[in-house]
T-cell receptor, first 111, second 109 residues
Framework: DAGVIQSPRHEVTEMGQEVTLRCKPI?????LFWYRQTMMRGLELLIY????????DSGMPEDRFSAKMPNASFSTLKIQPSEPRDSAVYFC?????????FGAGTRLSVL | GQNIDQPTEMTATEGAIVQINCTYQ??????LFWYQQHAGEAPTFLSY??LDGLEEKGRFSSFLSRSKGYSYLLLKELQMKDSASYLC??????????WGAGTKLIIKP
């Protein structure tokens, strides 16, 4: 399995605050994906990168969301300002030999 | 539009066999994936089908019929630890994964 490290594992913040989620792939990959998962909407693709370049960000809900991948070993997803409806589990995933492997996720609660 | 359908919830008995179905309508097809997700954890890869037929991997098997837009995941000799959600996903013509909502499998003793 390819490894993906996400941090923090849990984040509790207040509405209006900036939130930054981090993802570190620790082995070879071609693409990197950010997903959001909620009970109501299931697993939703937010954005994905190919060779560090954003390819499709049509899933990013609003301008409050932004993602960067400055190099092959690091990516961030930022929410500014955060809102209670952003509460969800955010997963980072990478593709290795056509299989997507997920990080453990960040559980975000916006109060 | 693109659509993946799978039952919301299923219940089965420990030691038994259960089949979880998945039907799909997508723009193109480049493989079908099954993932397992335990509560509070990340999805983990179970199987991949790109050609018609049955792929067996231990207690788990996955079947694909491209002409019918249909797949199933078969779990044999069910164990309590198999209680989880099972997600079906199809890779479309853009090589993007389209995800089903998942099937919550409850195993009873």
């Amino acid at each position: 399995d390819a490894g993906v490290i996400q941090s923090p594992r849990h984040e509790v913040t207040e509405m209006g605050q900036e939130v930054t989620l981090r993802c570190k792939p620790i082995s070879g990959h071609n693409s990197l994906f950010w997903y959001r998962q909620t009970m109501m909407r299931g697993l939703e693709l937010l954005i994905y990168f190919n060779n560090n370049v954003p390819i499709d960000d049509s899933g990013m809900p609003e301008d409050r969301f932004s993602a960067k991948m400055p190099n092959a070993s690091f990516s961030t997803l930022k929410i500014q300002p955060s809102e209670p409806r952003d509460s969800a589990v955010y997963f980072c995933a990478i593709t290795n030999r056509n299989i997507q492997y997920f990080g453990a996720g960040t559980r975000l609660s916006v109060l | 539009g693109q659509n993946i359908d799978q039952p919301t919830e299923m219940t089965a008995t420990e030691g038994a066999i259960v089949q979880i179905n998945c039907t799909y309508q997508t723009s193109g097809f480049n493989g079908l994936f099954w993932y397992q997700q335990h509560a509070g954890e990340a999805p983990t890869f179970l199987s991949y089908n790109v050609l018609d037929g049955l792929e067996e991997k231990g207690r788990f098997s996955s079947f694909l019929s491209r002409s019918k837009g249909y797949s199933y995941l078969l779990l044999k000799e069910l164990q309590m630890k198999d209680s989880a959600s099972y997600l079906c996903a199809v890779r479309d013509s853009n090589y993007q994964l389209i995800w089903g909502a998942g099937t919550k499998l409850i195993i009873k003793p």
